[in-house]
C-alpha cells in the first residue's frame, strides 16, 4: 500500500499546475471533468453556461476549489472518481481531517488508501473503536448521517458494573438527556458474554450518545465498538487497517431510502 514514484509525481505534478489552496482555473476543471478542452471550455465560460455556487460565470482565469459546485449542462461535474474506503478505527485517534492540537487523526491511517481527499461520514469519539466509512461522495455522507434517514449503527458497550434487565428496557423506551430523547432500537446483552457487555442498535447520531445515554442510568463505559454501520460491518479487518468497498456495498449504500 505504498505511494510508489508514479502517485508521488502525479502530486507533484499537480501542485505545480494548481494553487497550494487546491484552487484551479475554472477552464481546466472543466477539462479534468470531461466537458472539452480548455480552450473549448473558454468558449463556453465566455457563453455564460457555466455556473460556479449557482452564478453564471463568464471572467476569464476565474479559480474553484473543492468545496465550489460547478454546474454545465444542468448537471453538476466532478473531477474526481467517487472514493469509499471502510475503517476498522483504534482506540486514541480523533475522527476530523486535522487537529490543532496535532492529535493523531483517522486520516495518518488512510493515507495510502487513494489519492482524493476523504472525509470521515459522522463521528466516532478517541476512545471508541469500530467501524468507520471514509468517502468523497458528499451526497451519500449527507444522506447517512442526516437525521431523517438515520443510517442503522449497531455498538457493543461494555460497562463498569452488569446492567439490570430493567435498564435495558430503558434504553429502548428512551432516556431523558439535555438534548432531548434519545432512543435505542433494540438493546440485550452480547451473546456469550457478561451482563456487563451490551449490545445496543440505534440509528441516532447525535455527539456521544451511548455513552451518555448510559451515563444518565449511573453506568460507566469502559470500552465501545461500533460493530456495524448502514449495514456495513469490520468482518475480517484488523483494528487500524482499512479496505475500499465492493462494487455491490456501494450499490447497496446508494440504493438506501
Given at each position: 500500500?505504498?505511494?510508489?514514484?508514479?502517485?508521488?509525481?502525479?502530486?507533484?505534478?499537480?501542485?505545480?499546475?494548481?494553487?497550494?489552496?487546491?484552487?484551479?482555473?475554472l477552464?481546466?476543471?472543466?477539462?479534468?471533468?470531461?466537458?472539452?478542452?480548455r480552450?473549448?471550455?473558454d468558449?463556453l465560460i465566455?457563453?455564460?453556461?457555466v455556473?460556479v455556487n449557482g452564478?453564471?460565470?463568464?471572467?476569464?482565469?476565474?479559480?474553484?476549489?473543492?468545496?465550489?459546485?460547478?454546474?454545465?449542462g444542468?448537471?453538476?461535474?466532478s473531477?474526481?472518481k467517487?472514493?469509499?474506503?471502510?475503517?476498522?478505527k483504534p482506540k486514541?485517534?480523533i475522527?476530523?481531517?486535522?487537529?490543532?492540537?496535532?492529535?493523531?487523526?483517522?486520516?495518518a491511517?488512510?493515507?495510502?488508501?487513494?489519492?482524493?481527499?476523504?472525509?470521515?461520514?459522522?463521528?466516532l469519539d478517541?476512545?471508541?473503536?469500530?467501524?468507520?466509512?471514509?468517502?468523497?461522495?458528499g451526497?451519500?455522507?449527507?444522506?447517512?448521517?442526516h437525521?431523517?434517514h438515520?443510517?442503522?449503527?449497531?455498538y457493543y458497550?461494555?460497562l463498569?458494573?452488569?446492567?439490570?434487565?430493567?435498564?435495558l428496557?430503558?434504553?429502548?423506551?428512551?432516556?431523558?438527556?439535555?438534548?432531548?430523547?434519545?432512543?435505542?432500537?433494540?438493546?440485550s446483552?452480547?451473546?456469550?458474554?457478561?451482563?456487563?457487555?451490551?449490545?445496543?442498535?440505534?440509528?441516532?447520531?447525535?455527539n456521544?450518545?451511548?455513552r451518555?445515554?448510559?451515563?444518565?442510568?449511573g453506568?460507566?463505559?469502559?470500552?465501545l465498538?461500533r460493530?456495524v454501520?448502514?449495514?456495513?460491518t469490520k468482518?475480517?479487518?484488523?483494528?487500524?487497517?482499512?479496505r475500499?468497498?465492493?462494487?455491490k456495498?456501494?450499490?447497496?449504500?446508494?440504493?438506501?431510502?
Amino acid at each position: 500500500m505504498g505511494r510508489g514514484p508514479d502517485r508521488a509525481s502525479k502530486r507533484g505534478k499537480k501542485a505545480e499546475e494548481g494553487s497550494g489552496d487546491g484552487r484551479i482555473r475554472l477552464n481546466r476543471y472543466l477539462s479534468n471533468a470531461g466537458v472539452a478542452s480548455r480552450r473549448e471550455a473558454d468558449e463556453l465560460i465566455k457563453a455564460g453556461v457555466v455556473q460556479v455556487n449557482g452564478v453564471i460565470v463568464t471572467e476569464m482565469g476565474t479559480k474553484v476549489g473543492p468545496g465550489d459546485r460547478v454546474h454545465y449542462g444542468g448537471q453538476r461535474l466532478s473531477t474526481e472518481k467517487k472514493r469509499y474506503v471502510l475503517l476498522n478505527k483504534p482506540k486514541d485517534f480523533i475522527t476530523t481531517t486535522d487537529d490543532p492540537r496535532d492529535r493523531r487523526t483517522v486520516m495518518a491511517l488512510i493515507d495510502d488508501a487513494c489519492t482524493e481527499r476523504l472525509y470521515p461520514v459522522g463521528r466516532l469519539d478517541r476512545h471508541t473503536t469500530g467501524v468507520l466509512l471514509m468517502t468523497n461522495d458528499g451526497d451519500l455522507a449527507k444522506k447517512l448521517t442526516h437525521p431523517s434517514h438515520g443510517a442503522e449503527k449497531i455498538y457493543y458497550a461494555t460497562l463498569d458494573k452488569s446492567v439490570t434487565k430493567a435498564d435495558l428496557d430503558k434504553l429502548v423506551k428512551g432516556i431523558d438527556l439535555e438534548d432531548g430523547m434519545a432512543v435505542a432500537d433494540e438493546a440485550s446483552y452480547v451473546v456469550g458474554g457478561t451482563k456487563k457487555e451490551v449490545g445496543l442498535k440505534l440509528h441516532m447520531g447525535r455527539n456521544r450518545i451511548v455513552r451518555r445515554m448510559f451515563e444518565a442510568m449511573g453506568y460507566e463505559v469502559v470500552k465501545l465498538d461500533r460493530v456495524v454501520f448502514a449495514g456495513l460491518t469490520k468482518k475480517d479487518l484488523p483494528r487500524g487497517k482499512w479496505r475500499h468497498l465492493t462494487e455491490k456495498e456501494v450499490l447497496f449504500l446508494s440504493k438506501r431510502k
